[in-house]
Structure formats: C-alpha cells, structure tokens
C-alpha cells in the first residue's frame, strides 16, 4: 500500500523560510516522479514542483522558480521542498504527490498518489 507523509507545515511570516519533506512508502513499480502541489482556500489544486527519480530532473511552476527548491534522499524515500522568500497568497494545503512521469505529472487528474497534506500559513 503507498502512502505519502508530509511534515513541515507551519505558520511563517512573508519572507521566511520553511521545509517540506515527504516520506514514501510501498511506491510501486513504474512511479518515477515525486513532487508538491498546493490548494488555498477557495482554490483549485494547482502544481508546484516535482522531481524524477530516474535522473533528478527538477521542474516548478513559474510562480516558485527562484524561490522553492526540490531535493530527493533516495536512501530514506524522502522528498524535499525548501521554500524561501514566502508570500502571503502562497498560504494553502501542500500536498505531496507521486506520478508516472512529468510532463503529464503536472496536471491533478494524472496523479497517482496523494498524501493527507501539511499546512502552511503565510502571515503578512
């Protein structure tokens, strides 16, 4: 049985600094890219960032390039998002996600696995 932990979540203030980590398990054959998306309130579940496991190939969304950093530790099954210089409107649900393959991982419905989300506020 999959399952995806998130931690991490917790109440900053715009322009701090927090780190997400995911911890996969039971991750079946064929799943080859990890990765973030985030839902506020009142929103659509949007794509954040996602890695491969095949070869690190990394990729965000335009709206977090420069300021979020994906990482993996292969040996602990571990997923990272370091998000620097937050903003207020990026206060939401983040959830951590697995897939088959990017470019398709980016979109909600190609998902295949989803953890229980962490959340994260933003104050201004």
């Known amino acids: 049985q999959v399952q995806l932990v998130e931690s991490g979540g917790g109440l900053v203030q715009a322009g701090g600094s927090l780190r997400l980590s995911c911890v996969a398990s039971g991750l079946t054959f064929g799943i080859d890219v990890m990765g973030w998306f985030r839902q506020a309130p009142g929103k659509e579940r949007e794509f954040v960032a996602g890695i491969k496991w095949s070869d690190r190939s990394t990729y965000y969304a335009d709206s977090v390039k420069g300021r979020f950093t994906i990482s993996r530790d292969n040996g602990k099954n571990t997923v990272y998002l370091q998000m620097n210089s937050l903003k207020p409107e990026e206060t939401a649900v983040y959830y951590c996600?697995?897939?088959?393959?990017?470019?398709?991982?980016?979109?909600?419905?190609?998902?295949?696995?989803w953890g229980k989300g962490t959340l994260v506020t933003v104050s201004s």
């Open positions: 996600a697995a897939g088959l393959n990017y470019p398709l991982f980016q979109f909600v419905s190609n998902v295949k696995y």
